[in-house]
């Protein structure tokens, strides 16, 4: 497991800025977004279109998620303590108990076999 850092990326930095709708129209329109590990600690990314961003190991804590599509995006190791997550949707292999977990306590989440 990862500390959370500050990554050397013009698109991480416009999320850490809150530039949600700007990272939007300058997010690549295929393959995936690497943020691994990225520290996102108290980020409002409402609106932010997650769909293929690598969040593996990403921290999260009271990050605001309300609403955000996540199920495209990589949660695997990824802390989400005390964020807002109300009527967020997260990848179908993130059980509930994982979520949960990480919401109280910042535990990793891992994703389940299948």
């Known amino acids: 497991m990862s500390q959370p850092r500050q990554l050397d990326s013009p698109l991480y930095r416009l999320l850490r800025d809150e530039k949600v709708s700007e990272f939007n129209k300058q997010k690549p329109k ?23 961003i690598d969040f593996t190991d990403a921290y999260f804590r009271g990050a605001d998620l ?26 179908d292999r993130l059980s509930a108990d994982e979520i949960l977990l990480s919401m109280q306590f910042g535990t990793r989440m891992r994703y389940r076999t299948i």
């Open 66 to 91: 309300r609403g955000l599509d996540l199920r495209e995006a990589c949660l695997q190791g990824a802390s989400i303590a005390h964020a807002q997550i109300s009527g967020a949707y997260f990848p």
């Open 30 to 52: 295929d393959g995936s977004i690497d943020l691994q590990g990225a520290d996102l600690r108290g980020v409002d990314l409402r609106q932010l279109d997650a769909s293929r």
